[in-house]
C-alpha cells in the first residue's frame, strides 16, 4: 500500500454550503477543528462518523458535469446506500438536490447535489 485515502474534494462555488448539504444527507461535522486542514470560505469539511471526510473547495468559475455529457464528464460520484428510495429521493429534492436519472426500477438513482457534482441513491 502506498496511501491511505484522507478525504474527497469536490470543487464548488459555494464550500460551506455544499458541505452542509451532505451533512444533511450523511450526519457529521462540519469543519470540524482538524490539524490537517483549515477551514475558511474557501474551504470546508464534513468528517463523518465512519472517519471519511469529505473537503470542498471554492473554484471561482466552477463548471459543473453535465449528466450523462462527455464533454462535461461527470470526473466522479459518490453512491450512497440507503434502505428506501422513495423517501431518500424525497429528502434530497428537499435539500436541493437534482434528479438526472431516476430509478427505474434499477434499484438506484442519480442526482446532481447544488454544485451540479452528480451522485447515487442505491438501495441498501
Same mark, same amino acid.
Given at each position: 500500500?502506498?496511501?491511505?485515502?484522507?478525504?474527497?474534494?469536490?470543487?464548488?462555488? *459555494?464550500?460551506? /454550503?455544499? !458541505? #452542509?448539504?451532505?451533512?444533511?444527507? $450523511? /450526519? /457529521?461535522?462540519?469543519?470540524?477543528? *482538524?490539524? @490537517?486542514? %483549515?477551514? *475558511?470560505?474557501?474551504? %470546508?469539511?464534513?468528517?463523518?462518523? %465512519?472517519?471519511?471526510?469529505?473537503? &470542498? @473547495?471554492?473554484? !471561482? *468559475?466552477?463548471?459543473?458535469? #453535465?449528466?450523462?455529457?462527455? =464533454?462535461?464528464?461527470? @470526473? &466522479?460520484? $459518490?453512491? &450512497?446506500?440507503?434502505?428506501?428510495?422513495?423517501?431518500?429521493?424525497?429528502?434530497?429534492?428537499?435539500?436541493? !438536490?437534482?434528479?438526472?436519472?431516476?430509478?427505474?426500477? #434499477? =434499484?438506484? =438513482?442519480?442526482? !446532481?447535489?447544488?454544485? /451540479?457534482?452528480? &451522485?447515487?441513491?442505491?438501495?441498501?
Amino acid at each position: 500500500m502506498i496511501a491511505n485515502l484522507q478525504c474527497v474534494v469536490l470543487d464548488c462555488p *459555494d464550500p460551506g /454550503g455544499l !458541505a #452542509r448539504f451532505y451533512q444533511a444527507i $450523511l /450526519g /457529521g461535522v462540519v469543519d470540524k477543528p *482538524d490539524g @490537517q486542514w %483549515s477551514v *475558511d470560505e474557501e474551504w %470546508s469539511t464534513l468528517h463523518l462518523d %465512519s472517519g471519511v471526510v469529505l473537503a &470542498f @473547495q471554492r473554484v !471561482a *468559475d466552477h463548471r459543473p458535469p #453535465r449528466w450523462p455529457d462527455p =464533454g462535461h464528464p461527470q @470526473q &466522479f460520484h $459518490l453512491d &450512497f446506500g440507503v434502505p428506501d428510495l422513495g423517501r431518500a429521493h424525497e429528502q434530497v429534492l428537499e435539500l436541493g !438536490a437534482v434528479p438526472l436519472e431516476p430509478d427505474t426500477g #434499477r =434499484g438506484w =438513482g442519480v442526482y !446532481a447535489d447544488p454544485a /451540479g457534482h452528480p &451522485f447515487c441513491l442505491v438501495r441498501a
